[in-house]
C-alpha cells in the first residue's frame, strides 16, 4: 500500500510534441493519499485513461515522475509495481473457470492454495459470482465477464492501489448501482487506495470521497462533492458539475469592480484587489443556478431580467433569462414564489466567484 505521487508529470503520444495541444497530460502535480477511495472524473479525452496507465507502468511518461510512496517508479514494469487495473471491457481468459479466472493474479504472484480458495471465495461472494465458479468463462454474459474483471482486480488485498477505468459501462444500470455500493464496501473492508475513472459525475460523487476532474490533461480541481459544487476551481468544474452548471460572464474589470454587458457590478476589496493585481483580459464572474435569487420587485443589488422560460421540474423549477447578453438560469424550490415575467435577481456575494484565465481568485477565508 502507498501514497502515490505524480510529480511534474507530462505525456505526449506524439514523438516531437510541438505545443500544449500536442500533450494528452500536461505537467502537473498530483497525490493520492494512502486508503482514499478516489474518482478521477472528466470528459471523454481528457487524458484519464492516459493518467491510470502512467500509474499503472503500461504507459511510460514523456516527463515527470511517479512515485510510490518515496520510491520512483518509472523504470518498473506493471508486473512489479503491484497494482491492480480494472479496464472498460473484460479481460477474462475464456477458457477458463471463473475460479481459475479469478485466482490468477493470487497464483501469479505465489500465493498459497489455501488463501486462494479463501480469497476467491469471499470476492465471489461480494460479486455475486459464487454460483457460476464452475463455468467457463467464454460462457457469461457480458455483464457477468465484467464482474470477474472486477473480481480479477479485487481479488489480492497485497495491491499498491486499485485502477478502475469505467469499469461499469458495459453493465446495465441497475446492476451498475449495485456494484458501486459493493466497491464502496470493499473500499471500507481492506482500506485499499482506489481510483476509480468516470465521466459520470454521479457515478464520482457517490463513490468517491474525493474527485479529481480533469480537463485537457490536467487535474484542475481535487475536492470533495460539496467543495466541487461550492467552490469550483476552475470554470470547467463550475460547467461541469451540476446540473444545469455555473451560470458564467465574461466581465471586463472597472474602478470599483466589474462590468458584465451594461451591467456595472461593485466587488468587495479582496477581489478588487486580486482583479486590479492581474494583468489578464479574461475575467468572468460565475454563480451557480442554485444560489442565484429571484424577486418580484427590485432592491438593494438587484438588476431587472426578463423571464424567458420556466422549466417544472417537479420538486424544483429552472428558470432562465438573460443577463449582460448571455443565457442565466436559476434554479427555484418548489415553495418559492415564481415572478411574472418581469423579475429581480440578487447575487449573494458569500456564492459569486470570481476566474482569471478561468482559475478561481481565492481570498482569504
Ligand atoms: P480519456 O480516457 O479521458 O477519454 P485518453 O487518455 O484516452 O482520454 O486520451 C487523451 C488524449 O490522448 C486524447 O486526445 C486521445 O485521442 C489521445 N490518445 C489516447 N491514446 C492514444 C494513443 N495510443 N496514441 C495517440 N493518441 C492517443
Ligand atoms: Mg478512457
Given at each position: 500500500m502507498a501514497q502515490i505521487t505524480l510529480k511534474a508529470l507530462a505525456h505526449s503520444y506524439s514523438p516531437n510534441p510541438s505545443g500544449p495541444e500536442d500533450y494528452a497530460i500536461r505537467e502537473m502535480e498530483h497525490v493520492w493519499h494512502q486508503g482514499g477511495a478516489y474518482a478521477l472524473l472528466g470528459p471523454s479525452g481528457c487524458g484519464k485513461s492516459t493518467l491510470l496507465n502512467i500509474i499503472s507502468g503500461l504507459l511510460t511518461p514523456s516527463d515527470g515522475q511517479v512515485l510510490f510512496d518515496d520510491q520512483v517508479m518509472n523504470e518498473l514494469a506493471p508486473e512489479?509495481?503491484?497494482?491492480?487495473?480494472?479496464?472498460?471491457?473484460?479481460?477474462?481468459?475464456?477458457?477458463?473457470?471463473?475460479?481459475?479466472?479469478?485466482?490468477?493474479?493470487?497464483?501469479n504472484v505465489g500465493t498459497s492454495e489455501a488463501k486462494v480458495r479463501e480469497r476467491v471465495a469471499e470476492v465471489a461472494d461480494v460479486l455475486e459470482l459464487t454460483s457460476l465458479l464452475k463455468r467457463k468463462a467464454r460462457n457469461l454474459t457480458a455483464d457477468e465477464k465484467q464482474k470477474v474483471s472486477m473480481g480479477r482486480g479485487l481479488v489480492r488485498d497485497d495491491v499498491a492501489a486499485i485502477l478502475f477505468d469505467e469499469p461499469l459501462t458495459v453493465i446495465d444500470p441497475q446492476l451498475k448501482w449495485k456494484l458501486r455500493r459493493k466497491l464502496k464496501e470493499i473500499h471500507e473492508r481492506f482500506n485499499i487506495t482506489m481510483i476509480y475513472v468516470t465521466h459520470d459525475q454521479l457515478e464520482a460523487s457517490t463513490f468517491a470521497d474525493k474527485i479529481a476532474v480533469m480537463y485537457?490533461?490536467?487535474?484542475?480541481?481535487?475536492?470533495?462533492?460539496?467543495?466541487?459544487?461550492?467552490?469550483?476551481?476552475?470554470?470547467?468544474?463550475?460547467?461541469?458539475?451540476?446540473?444545469?452548471?455555473?451560470?458564467?460572464v465574461e466581465v471586463v474589470r472597472t474602478e470599483k469592480g466589474v462590468r458584465a454587458g451594461t451591467v456595472d457590478l461593485v466587488l468587495?476589496?479582496?477581489?478588487?484587489?486580486?482583479?486590479?493585481?492581474?494583468?489578464?483580459?479574461?475575467?468572468?464572474?460565475?454563480?451557480?443556478?442554485?444560489?442565484?435569487?429571484?424577486?418580484?420587485?427590485?432592491?438593494?443589488?438587484?438588476?431587472?431580467?426578463?423571464?424567458?422560460?420556466?422549466?417544472?421540474?417537479?420538486?424544483?423549477r429552472i428558470v432562465s433569462f438573460e443577463f449582460a447578453g448571455v443565457p442565466f438560469r436559476a434554479r427555484l424550490e418548489e415553495d418559492q414564489r415564481l415572478p411574472e415575467r418581469k423579475a429581480y435577481i440578487r447575487f449573494p456575494e458569500?456564492?459569486?466567484?470570481?476566474?482569471i484565465d478561468e482559475f478561481r481568485v481565492e481570498v482569504g477565508q
Open positions: 512489479e509495481r503491484n497494482i491492480a487495473q480494472v479496464f472498460q471491457f473484460p479481460v477474462v481468459y475464456d477458457t477458463m473457470t471463473v475460479y481459475d479466472n479469478l485466482a490468477f493474479p493470487l497464483r485537457e490533461g490536467q487535474v484542475v480541481q481535487f475536492g470533495t462533492p460539496r467543495e466541487l459544487f461550492e467552490v469550483p476551481a476552475h470554470t470547467f468544474v463550475g460547467y461541469f458539475i451540476g446540473s444545469p452548471g455555473m451560470n458564467l468587495a476589496p479582496p477581489l478588487l484587489n486580486a482583479i486590479h493585481q492581474s494583468r489578464s483580459r479574461n475575467i468572468k464572474l460565475g454563480i451557480r443556478p442554485e444560489f442565484v435569487k429571484v424577486l418580484a420587485e427590485p432592491g438593494e443589488g438587484t438588476y431587472p431580467v426578463e423571464i424567458d422560460n420556466v422549466q417544472d421540474l417537479g420538486t424544483y458569500a456564492w459569486l466567484s470570481l476566474y
